[in-house]
């Protein structure tokens, strides 16, 4: 099929959307315009930000930093920009991606700052989930979810960040809608959309995700036409989540009824004011300070510090 | 035809008698979903209407990654 925007020379198309084939400049042209298009609406990124990017080296935060930094180059915008990598100890996974991180940050002149679970919480999560899971059933999506964002936040904020922006697509943010739906997790349906967070709070990071919009099979595709070097890696835990399931399930309705992941997000957008609004008054009353780390808690103490608390008995 | 598939996800080269003739016949015989690949040959992008040739290699790159 060829390209339906180039009429005078035929060209190949590497894409067949909803509303037309896109060859590959075209595509890349619509993909980029889009997360612009995003961040302007939403109001993403302003002048003064001191952007912290959550990154990995896989598809979605090499395209995000990319992205961010044309975003920035493009309608020149003094916002400082950086990468924050967690590094969370999965033995032959995240290895491998950090060398293709470390080597897109230098290339793009963002400097980088990696943590490890090992030397901010005191073991690597391949030595901590058996621990952690043989008192408490936890799975390792779970302990990783907890940590990683504790640590992201924390460092972020240390290094002065007014916005996390991450690198969660369509999928992920669809995953996410649906997974909340069907645990009855209403509170944390709050925390989605294309900014979570809240400015006020001292103690969280505003996160921010330019793309939002994107499908998960576009932000591959893009990286693979800009040629971003990217080592294939699935995480050996991933299939062991309840995420999982829900992907495959929405990946089979995706190509049964093309639009299912956009309409889950278009349903979930027009609900939003209310959860945002119903979770705000809900955080103001009850948002405190771990009493072990001094982050911010639901409760006396926050969930990274239970967990950890868990392990640490377990020694 | 005959044809080479290279599998990224599952890190794989097979030789398969394939039945059809397009990309979206060969992931319906391969019981792979296409949201979840993007097909390749010969260092391009190809899309499901595509027709195939026989011996040729085509290869099926993953979109999920990470965890």
């Given at each position: 099929m060829n390209c339906h925007l180039c009429q005078k020379n035929p060209t190949k198309?590497?894409?067949?959307?909803?509303?037309?084939?896109?060859?590959?400049?075209h595509f890349l042209h619509y993909f980029e315009e889009r997360v612009f298009k995003t961040i302007n609406k939403y109001r993403l990124i302003e002048r003064n930000d001191r952007l912290c990017v959550a990154a990995s080296g896989g598809k979605d935060s090499?395209?995000?930093?990319?992205?961010?930094?044309?975003?920035?180059?493009?309608?020149?915008i003094p916002a400082t920009l950086e990468a924050l990598a967690i590094d969370e100890g999965i033995d032959g996974y995240r290895e491998k991606t950090l060398v293709d991180l470390k080597q897109f940050c230098k290339k793009l002149n963002v400097p980088l700052t990696i943590v490890s679970f090992q030397e901010a919480l005191g073991k690597p999560?391949?030595?901590?989930?058996?621990?952690?899971?043989?008192?408490t059933k936890k799975k390792p999506c779970n302990v990783c979810g907890v940590w990683r964002r504790y640590l992201l936040n924390k460092y972020a904020?240390?290094?002065?960040a007014t916005k996390v922006v991450t690198g969660h697509n369509l999928d992920d943010?669809?995953?996410a809608t649906i997974m909340n739906i069907f645990k009855a997790h209403t509170k944390l349906a709050g925390r989605l959309g294309p900014v979570s967070g809240t400015e006020e709070l001292d103690t969280f990071a505003q996160r921010v995700k330019p793309l939002y919009f994107c499908p998960e099979k576009e932000v591959r595709l893009y990286a693979l036409l800009k040629e971003f070097q990217i080592q294939f890696g699935e995480c050996p835990y991933a299939r062991e989540g309840f995420r999982h399931d829900i992907q495959e399930m929405l990946n089979t309705f995706e190509h049964k009824y093309p639009g299912t992941k956009q309409g889950i997000i278009n349903s979930f957008l027009a609900l939003m004011p209310l959860l945002k609004e119903n979770k705000e008054k809900e955080d103001n009353q009850k948002i405190k300070v771990c009493n072990s780390c001094g982050e911010a808690a639901n409760h006396e103490m926050c969930n990274a510090c239970k967990i950890k608390e868990v392990l640490d008995a377990a020694k | 035809m005959k044809l080479q598939v290279k599998n990224e996800r599952e890190n794989s080269l097979k030789k398969i008698v394939f039945a059809g003739t397009t990309v979206q016949e060969l992931l319906k015989q391969l019981k792979i979903n296409p949201e979840t690949v993007i097909v390749v040959r010969n260092n391009e992008v190809i899309t499901e209407d595509e027709e195939l040739k026989d011996k040729e290699q085509i290869e099926l790159l993953s979109v999920i990654s990470g965890g």
């Open positions: 198309a590497v894409i067949i959307l909803q509303h037309g084939a896109l060859c590959k400049s090499q395209t995000v930093l990319y992205l961010t930094k044309k975003y920035l180059e493009n309608y020149k999560l391949d030595e901590a989930y058996p621990l952690v899971n043989k008192d904020k240390q290094k002065g943010e669809a995953q | -």
